[in-house]
């Protein structure tokens, strides 16, 4: 499916995180009032991705993320069962983490499909996969595809959450695709996403493709051991894509890499994204340039 | 690829644990939901919930899992799968909250000992409940959690069967989760919109709901049987008028019932029966009926609903509610709802009122949820 346009935010903020409503403002031309931090960085990304552009009105939204609006539904905890205090309607009703789909579409004027889907190891992929499957079968002809994560300062507290060291960077981040079935003049294609269950299935799967060696670049998620980094390299003697130093931690960095790649002066005419998970499980994401 | 069927199903609802009970109190008038103590710090308030049957309330984390898995070994049991379809189905889990109880128990602990506790120190992500369910039963599919309120799963299956029919899986394990915790239970409380008594949808008595627990589980997969249940089509839309309701003209609800129609190449005069979203909320009803009316103008099909019976069960509801409605449609009858909507309510409609006979047919499922998410499902039994 043709990229039409990309847009990203990515920031580590530190434990006084900067006001995002003039960059909301900036990204989308609307003041958005009572939304927290999770929703302004969903409009950012979006607005970013959008720029000037309109949007056909049947665009559907697909937007992850590998943990969701933790800051609301941290501050509605803590008012409960630490304060003793009921949760305010909209507080609650933003704990809902398709409330961000909601102000994307609303601040698009879109009225397509909209989901919020989530996946520990794979959010991004898995929207991806999801906007893939109705774009192929013509369910929508154009689809806005995204995944957040917040920072919910302290940074301590964060990084406790997220079992990581005491000192490691953490990010706020926003990374969205407009992705369309006609071509137009954006700047490359998502060519396929897959899940393997295995790491044979993986293998079979590269076999099957026969990707031009010399004109493809492998890049490993975030949670793909480095040994099946190796191992995919020494196979199919793949150049190296990398994005991901120095990015500080957040969920989704796969998100992240189709705008690098398409962005990177350098880079090769095919990007093959390969990310693992602890149970031996593969999401590939397989995109090229125009 | 062929169009994936209905193969096993299990639920767990206030009305019992597993299909045959559940559909047998169907066949019974629906019973208000109880009071339920809600403690929270050093405050405690009642809200009005159904709970499930036969598993009392632990505040612990154990009580989510172990129902889930019963509800899953149902589904599994009734599909009949190989450990190796098993393992390489896909997996669509939709749910308003997920394990929030899980972590609502585990801050509760924690503050009695550091009142300076972390909320959600353990099991931040939504994805979690999906990655217990593959450990446990082996499964190595793709997984997606939807978090789209109201219907979570009915996206879900939505997705599912899409998934199916495109060729990347065989079969896939749809699992709809939603039981009790404070925040939704004090989040409904504040909203002002529960009920006491039985929940009377489009009724000129209606006043609100009553929140309902359910876990419930689906196996989709290659059709095994005659009148084997079927999604002909379905459709999701945003609805841009509010976060918190559908647009009162009804024109987003008919619209996601008009796409729905289209991709189940139907017309609204093929509808047998439709069963209804129905929170008996004054905002909800009134935008579901004149939705239908621009659907299907005078000629409504009968209505169900099952949110009397169950309560209402947010994220879990699309998948509950359509196993229900299959499991009476299985056994030749349309549920029915004593007392509730008897006559031309001001919105001028009548429920179903009593269990009433049911052919294969052509059924439409609608469910309307927070963040403007409207869905609408069109299964088959012919």
Not at chain 2, 63 to 68: A, D, G, N, Q, Y
Not at chain 2, 79 to 97: D, H, M, N, Y
Not at chain 2, 249 to 257: C, L, P, T, W
């Amino acid at each position: 499916m043709h990229i039409h346009t990309v847009g990203d935010y990515y920031d580590t903020p530190g434990d006084q995180p900067p006001d995002l409503k003039a960059q909301v403002k900036d990204a989308t031309g609307q003041s958005v009032r009572r939304i927290g931090r999770f929703i302004q960085l969903a409009l950012i990304g979006a607005g970013r991705c959008v720029g000037k552009a309109t949007l056909p009105v049947e665009t559907a939204v697909y937007f992850a993320s590998g943990r969701g609006d933790m800051e609301i539904t941290i501050e509605v905890m803590q008012q409960l069962f630490r304060d003793g205090v009921p949760p305010k309607p909209l507080s609650f009703i933003n704990t809902v983490s398709n409330a961000a789909c909601f102000y994307v579409a609303q601040s698009f004027s879109l009225e397509g499909r909209s989901s919020f889907i989530c996946n520990r190891y794979f959010a991004f992929e898995s929207a991806l996969q999801l906007a893939m499957l109705d774009l192929e079968s013509g369910v929508v002809d154009s689809a806005l595809v995204g995944v957040v994560d917040a920072v919910v300062p302290p940074l301590s507290h964060h990084r406790q959450r997220l079992q990581l060291d005491a000192r490691a960077p953490v990010a706020d981040a926003s990374h969205w695709l407009w992705l369309g079935r006609e071509h137009n003049t954006g700047p490359g294609e998502i060519l396929a996403v897959r899940h393997c269950a295995d790491w044979s299935a993986l293998m079979d799967w590269i076999a099957e493709k026969n990707l031009p060696q010399a004109h493809t670049q492998l890049s490993a998620g975030q949670f793909l051991k480095p040994s099946d980094g190796a191992a995919l390299r020494d196979r199919w003697g793949f150049g190296n894509f990398e994005y991901r130093t120095p990015r500080a931690y957040h969920d989704s960095h796969s998100g992240a890499v189709i705008s690098e790649f398409l962005h990177a002066e350098n880079a090769s005419q095919f990007l093959l994204h390969i990310n693992g998970d602890d149970d031996g499980r593969y999401s590939l994401m397989l995109a090229g340039r125009h | 690829m062929a169009r994936p069927a209905f193969i096993g199903a299990g639920i767990h609802t206030v009305l019992g644990r597993g299909v045959a009970a559940n559909v047998e109190a169907l066949r019974a008038a629906p019973r208000p939901p109880q009071p339920v103590p809600v403690e929270f710090a050093n405050q405690r308030e009642t809200v009005p919930y159904q709970l499930l049957a036969d598993e009392p309330q632990d505040h612990g984390d154990q009580r989510l899992w172990r129902v889930l898995e019963n509800v899953i070994e149902e589904a599994f049991e009734a599909a009949a799968l190989t450990p190796e379809q098993r393992r390489g189905a896909a997996l669509f889990v939709g749910s308003s909250s997920f394990d929030i109880s899980a972590s609502e128990a585990a801050y509760r602990r924690d503050l009695e000992n550091d009142p300076q506790a972390l909320p959600l120190a353990v099991s931040s992500s939504l994805g979690n409940c999906a990655n217990r369910i593959r450990h446990r039963f082996d499964l190595r599919g793709p997984d997606y959690s939807f978090n789209t309120a109201c219907t979570a799963s009915a996206n879900a299956v939505l997705y599912a069967d899409a998934l199916i029919r495109a060729g990347i899986v065989k079969h896939a394990l749809v699992v709809g989760i939603e039981l009790f915790n404070v925040i939704t239970a004090m989040g409904f409380y504040s909203l002002d919109l529960l009920t006491r008594g039985v929940m009377k949808p489009f009724d000129s008595e209606r006043d609100g709901l009553a929140l309902g627990e359910t876990c419930a589980a689906l196996v989709l997969g290659p059709c095994n049987a005659d009148h084997q249940f079927q999604l002909l089509g379905g459709a999701n839309l945003c609805d841009r008028h509010s976060i918190s309701a559908a647009n009162p003209d009804g024109s987003s609800v008919a619209q996601v019932m008009h796409q729905a129609l289209m991709a189940a190449n139907l017309h609204p005069a093929n509808i047998a029966a439709l069963k209804t979203h129905g929170t008996a909320s004054l905002l909800n009803d009134e935008a579901e009926t004149a939705g239908m009316r621009r659907v299907f103008d005078q000629a409504l099909p009968p209505l169900c609903a099952l949110k009397p019976f169950i309560g209402h069960t947010l994220g879990a509801c699309g998948l509950g509610e359509l196993i229900l409605f299959c499991a009476c449609a299985d056994r030749n009858f349309l549920i029915g709802t004593p007392g509730v909507c008897v006559e031309k309510s001001d919105l001028g409609i009548v429920l179903n009122q009593q269990p009433s006979a049911l052919l294969p047919a052509d059924f439409m499922l609608n469910y309307f949820g927070f963040g403007g998410n409207n869905t609408s499902l069109v299964i088959s039994n012919r």
